[in-house]
């Protein structure tokens, strides 16, 4: 049925969302068309409710990742995939698996939350479904005959041994010994003819699910919080929001982005983390810097457009700087770009443009005249390496002298994967680049200027 009113209003995320917007008689239609039983049945059909992150891919696939942000209905995800791989025609009869592994940090939290949970199998089976909890075993077992066994992730070795056609892991990222844990579940699928294994987890920058992801033999499902909207307290929404959007914790916890810190990144997460501030401090110098890509063909460089204020008071050394927006653009004409960095200028009140003229030279100055002929410009020629560029900015964070706003996540992901060997990342830190030529304008070239007075002895 699920499928079917899906294919209705393909621009809707599942039968359900079609219901909830038809009109009240399509409604009551709808309702009132159906049997006893199709009613009783409704609720527990997920393609019908599901959104379109829970359900799994359709190919080759051997594992099945569902990367989303706290409360983005991964659980629910997991548990229905289960049901769907046990359960047959009837109540009695035989589904595709019938010998599963769920795996979660530990056999309390699997079973709290895996098998008992709001979102758990025992949750979404129906009636007649219903598996039988078997504490003293550790298992699960549905009136078809199908096996689930509970295993701890803490306890690598009690993989070794059992076999299965299918498994479901929760919060893999968060597993203190994840590697181990996972290679062993590895050795142990291999019952059926093509056993697959359901991931859960909100992303963590771990190695095991980095390897995992990359695996050609692997799907991937995302989705935010917000996505589940309609199934979470607003409280609890408002409250998050309030709290962690705009910022890279947010990225990861709500948005349900994988972040990266590269091995010896010139920033890490928790040091731009620790300099984020909540409000905009008096500034009495602001520049807007661009970093103009090669060439403006869709999918080209980002131009990097970066606005940075200065509060300077006394020597440059007590200078404090504060990054005010990320307005970077991509694939944009060379109009388009110089038009986003003047109306970055307008929007903020900048005094100047720091612009690298590597690129195209006069040509970069005449486009922005183009757009503004009254631009003030400061034409910046790099001489050094990015990195060279780059690491005396990232001693001005170690300083505590830069801080951060929020919503300036794409510009610290690019941070945190440049490294001192150079930039561990696709494509060029347009965005970083533009950041540091802000900062050498603000901070380091007033600094390198600075002499102190000569006290002569009288």
Same mark, same amino acid.
């Given at each position: 049925?699920?499928?079917?009113?899906?294919?209705? !209003?393909?621009?809707?995320?599942?039968?359900?969302?079609?219901?909830?917007?038809?009109? @009240?008689?399509?409604?009551?239609?709808?309702?009132?068309?159906?049997?006893?039983?199709?009613?009783?049945?409704?609720?527990?059909?997920?393609?019908?409710?599901?959104?379109?992150?829970?359900?799994?891919?359709?190919?080759?696939?051997?594992?099945?990742?569902?990367?989303?942000?706290?409360?983005?209905?991964?659980?629910?995800?997991?548990?229905?995939?289960?049901?769907?791989?046990?359960?047959?025609?009837?109540?009695?009869?035989?589904?595709?698996?019938? !010998?599963?592994?769920?795996? +979660?940090?530990?056999?309390?939290?699997?079973?709290?939350?895996?098998?008992?949970?709001?979102?758990?199998?025992?949750?979404?089976?129906?009636?007649?479904?219903?598996?039988?909890?078997?504490?003293?075993?550790?298992?699960?077992?549905?009136?078809?005959?199908?096996?689930?066994?509970?295993?701890?992730?803490?306890?690598?070795?009690?993989?070794?041994?059992?076999?299965?056609?299918?498994?479901?892991?929760?919060?893999?990222?968060?597993?203190?010994?994840?590697?181990?844990?996972?290679?062993?579940?590895?050795?142990?699928?291999?019952?059926?003819?093509?056993?697959?294994?359901?991931?859960?987890?909100?992303?963590?920058?771990?190695?095991?699910?980095?390897?995992?992801?990359?695996?050609?033999?692997?799907?991937?499902?995302?989705?935010?919080?917000?996505?589940?909207?309609?199934?979470?307290?607003?409280?609890?929404? $408002?409250?998050?929001?309030?709290?962690?959007?705009?910022?890279?914790?947010?990225? @990861?916890?709500? $948005?349900?982005?994988?972040? $990266?810190?590269?091995?010896?990144?010139?920033?890490?997460?928790?040091?731009?983390?620790?300099?984020?501030?909540?409000?905009?401090?008096?500034?009495?110098?602001? #520049? #807007?810097?661009?970093?103009?890509?090669?060439?403006?063909?869709?999918?080209?460089?980002?131009?990097?457009?970066?606005?940075?204020?200065?509060?300077?008071?006394?020597?440059?050394?007590?200078?404090?700087?504060?990054?005010?927006?990320?307005?970077?653009?991509?694939?944009?004409?060379?109009?388009?770009?110089?038009?986003?960095?003047?109306?970055?200028?307008?929007?903020?009140?900048?005094?100047?443009?720091?612009?690298?003229?590597?690129?195209?030279?006069?040509?970069?100055?005449?486009?922005?005249?183009?757009?503004?002929?009254?631009?003030?410009?400061?034409?910046?020629?790099?001489?050094? +390496?990015?990195?060279?560029?780059? $690491?005396?900015?990232?001693?001005?964070?170690?300083?505590?002298?830069?801080?951060?706003?929020?919503?300036?996540?794409?510009?610290?992901? @690019?941070?945190?994967?440049?490294?001192?060997?150079?930039?561990?990342?696709?494509?060029?830190?347009?965005? #970083?680049?533009?950041?540091?030529?802000?900062?050498?304008?603000?901070?380091?070239?007033?600094?390198?200027?600075?002499?102190?007075? @000569?006290?002569?002895?009288?």
């Amino acid at each position: 049925m699920g499928v079917r009113w899906t294919l209705m !209003r393909p621009d809707l995320r599942s039968g359900a969302d079609w219901i909830a917007c038809a009109a @009240q008689d399509v409604q009551d239609s709808f309702l009132n068309e159906l049997e006893e039983g199709e009613l009783l049945a409704l609720p527990f059909l997920f393609e019908f409710w599901a959104m379109e992150h829970q359900l799994p891919p359709e190919g080759d696939w051997r594992a099945w990742v569902v990367m989303g942000g706290r409360g983005a209905g991964k659980t629910r995800a997991g548990a229905e995939w289960v049901r769907a791989q046990v359960e047959g025609a009837g109540p009695k009869d035989a589904g595709k698996c019938s !010998r599963l592994a769920l795996i +979660g940090e530990t056999v309390d939290q699997t079973r709290d939350v895996m098998i008992f949970g709001e979102s758990g199998i025992m949750a979404c089976s129906p009636p007649d479904r219903r598996p039988e909890w078997q504490a003293t075993r550790k298992r699960l077992v549905w009136p078809n005959g199908a096996v689930a066994q509970v295993f701890s992730a803490h306890d690598p070795e009690g993989l070794r041994g059992p076999q299965f056609d299918g498994a479901w892991v929760d919060e893999l990222a968060k597993w203190k010994r994840a590697g181990e844990a996972w290679d062993m579940l590895q050795f142990a699928l291999r019952l059926g003819e093509h056993p697959q294994v359901c991931v859960t987890t909100t992303p963590r920058t771990v190695g095991v699910l980095k390897d995992l992801i990359a695996a050609p033999s692997t799907v991937v499902t995302h989705a935010p919080t917000e996505a589940n909207r309609a199934n979470l307290a607003s409280s609890f929404l $408002e409250e998050v929001e309030r709290r962690y959007a705009g910022t890279r914790l947010g990225r @990861q916890e709500l $948005e349900g982005v994988l972040l $990266e810190d590269s091995e010896g990144a010139l920033w890490g997460s928790a040091l731009l983390e620790s300099l984020r501030v909540e409000c905009i401090p008096d500034v009495d110098r602001i #520049v #807007v810097a661009i970093d103009p890509p090669a060439g403006s063909k869709s999918g080209a460089d980002e131009c990097g457009i970066v606005v940075v204020g200065v509060q300077s008071n006394g020597a440059p050394s007590d200078w404090k700087a504060v990054v005010l927006e990320d307005a970077s653009i991509q694939g944009a004409t060379p109009n388009g770009w110089a038009s986003a960095a003047v109306d970055a200028v307008e929007r903020w009140k900048a005094e100047r443009l720091v612009v690298e003229v590597n690129q195209g030279g006069d040509m970069v100055s005449s486009v922005i005249r183009s757009v503004d002929p009254l631009a003030a410009i400061t034409a910046v020629h790099a001489s050094r +390496g990015k990195v060279a560029r780059a $690491e005396p900015v990232a001693a001005l964070y170690e300083q505590g002298r830069v801080s951060h706003l929020r919503g300036l996540g794409e510009l610290e992901d @690019q941070m945190c994967r440049m490294t001192a060997r150079g930039y561990d990342g696709k494509g060029s830190p347009d965005r #970083v680049d533009a950041l540091v030529w802000a900062l050498h304008e603000l901070m380091i070239v007033p600094a390198q200027s600075y002499r102190k007075p @000569q006290i002569r002895a009288l």
